[in-house]
């Protein structure tokens, strides 16, 4: 594709020098980002770790009616084994104070404890599991010491019968378009050993752009002359940049996907983030041809000013590619009206087919609280669409991931996080209910638990996108799995 030659575009970035400085790209390699990291930021509620084990509540477990399943039908997940992957368990200590409380079972199995650093999300999610499914067995196993020692800790869990898996993390180099890598591939094949498995959706959003290359020829600070520059604007009215937001004192991560095959891409973007005056701020200028179709850029905002422009641009092999999307982490927001427009900011392993992605809805939010029925703003999107096969191989169609499949609550008062909001959260209230459903009948396999889960979940409003089969209900997959159990 030939980038036009453009003359009058951005004077005020033409006319100026580049003080910046062109920053390494220092998350290029494995970079995980857990729900308890970007759940307050992107939501902004509060969501942090509590000093002490303090008051808990149950108003997740009530918003998926588990208190009234265990009352009908006796479940408690007794002989199901649970595993989770998370940052770690008991690195901040407490653990020993919740079991004692009640808030956690006295068996907690800790396969591989976190790295320094880790918040104990993990602990929270137990907290939430146990008090939908008391009775069952909860494993833990960190999942951010890197994608290859998560994928060992997929297969460790598998390994130790756990029959329900759920995690919370998700790394920045996970591809967008191809179901390929580690991680996908441990979690395809726990699926097919015959564990249900669950994973969150993540907390971006519509905070996404998805688009066609479509290249103006620019001169900017920092990038080579007469650089091939991404125009973000219609025909009429060309912009080579995309209006972005970092708060004062936060960190924007940009993550830059293109539809070329992992560890072949046969091209390379870069991208720029300049302010509004033009000055050059930070850059991620790595020619990823011959490897990853991903380029990340990282800025902490030291400056008062909070709005920002990001030039996607050609750096590397013989032609653009096709198209590509960029995914807002952090404290970063896109101001554009082309965010939300594409396939979703649901990335990585929650594409994998067989895999349960959860969306959130916060408690109050549920039916059963008279709330709006609705998913939580920053709860991320699908549907995803898989453009490669595993092997790299441009697909004949592009193939729907169908994701998000549905929703779990958020926001419940935990002895590690209070209040614990974000897809980690509701990731793990699935998987508790997951518990109770296999204990009604454990002879359900991966698609049958989904298919149960999906059928008597509660229709919430929104785009299917957003909110797939709607909130789960305790009760009534608990009945059906009865009754498909009585039926066998």
Request: charged residues 10%.
């Amino acid at each position: 594709m030939a980038a036009p030659d453009v003359v009058s575009l951005l004077p005020d970035l033409l006319a100026l020098a580049a003080p910046g400085f062109l920053s390494p790209n220092p998350l290029q390699a494995d970079f995980a980002l857990g729900g308890y990291f970007f759940a307050g930021l992107t939501s902004g509620q509060a969501a942090g770790p509590s000093a002490a084990a303090g008051p808990t509540d149950d108003h997740a477990d009530q918003a998926v009616y588990g208190d009234v399943a265990r009352a009908a039908y006796g479940v408690t997940g007794a002989g199901i084994r649970v595993g989770i992957l998370s940052d770690s368990f008991n690195l901040l200590g407490g653990a020993a104070a919740e079991e004692a409380s009640g808030d956690l079972p006295p068996n907690v199995t800790v396969l591989e404890e976190g790295p320094a650093g880790s918040h104990d999300e993990g602990r929270a999610m137990a907290e939430l599991i146990h008090r939908i499914a008391p009775g069952a067995q909860i494993l833990f196993h960190t999942a951010t010491a890197g994608q290859a020692d998560f994928a060992a800790g997929i297969k460790a869990l598998v390994a130790a019968g756990c029959n329900v898996i759920v995690d919370d993390v998700a790394y920045l180099n996970e591809p967008f378009f191809q179901d390929s890598g580690t991680v996908q591939q441990a979690v395809a094949q726990a699926v097919a050993a015959g564990v249900s498995y669950f994973t969150a959706a993540g907390n971006q959003g519509g905070n996404f752009v998805q688009q066609t290359m479509a290249l103006l020829r620019l001169v900017l600070p920092g990038l080579p002359p007469g650089a091939a520059v991404q125009d973000f604007g219609p025909a009429a009215a060309p912009q080579p940049w995309l209006d972005v937001t970092i708060p004062s004192g936060g960190e924007g991560i940009f993550d830059l996907q293109w539809n070329e095959p992992f560890g072949a891409s046969a091209d390379s973007l870069g991208m720029a983030l300049y302010g509004a005056d033009g000055t050059l701020l930070a850059s991620a200028t790595g020619d990823q041809t011959g490897s990853h179709p991903d380029q990340i850029l990282r800025y902490v905002n030291s400056g008062s000013a909070t709005g920002f422009r990001l030039v996607v641009y050609a750096n590397g092999g013989a032609a653009p590619p096709g198209l590509f999307k960029i995914i807002a982490y952090g404290n970063a927001g896109i101001a554009d009206a082309l965010a939300g427009i594409g396939s979703g900011s649901v990335i990585g392993h929650a594409l994998v087919p067989g895999a349960n992605t959860v969306g959130a809805m916060a408690w109050s939010a549920a039916p059963r609280f008279g709330g709006t029925n609705t998913p939580e703003s920053f709860s991320s999107v699908g549907q995803g669409t898989l453009l490669l096969a595993p092997n790299g191989t441009p697909l004949t169609e592009p193939q729907s991931a169908s994701k998000v499949d549905f929703l779990a609550p958020d926001g419940s008062l935990t002895g590690v996080l209070a209040p614990f909001f974000g897809t980690s959260a509701a990731a793990a209230n699935a998987a508790g209910v997951a518990a109770l459903v296999l204990q009604a009948d454990p002879s359900l396999t991966p698609a049958q638990m989904t298919q149960v889960l999906e059928q008597t979940a509660t229709p919430a409003l929104g785009a299917a996108a957003a909110v797939g089969a709607g909130l789960l209900d305790a009760s009534a997959a608990v009945a059906q799995a009865l009754a498909l159990h009585a039926a066998a």
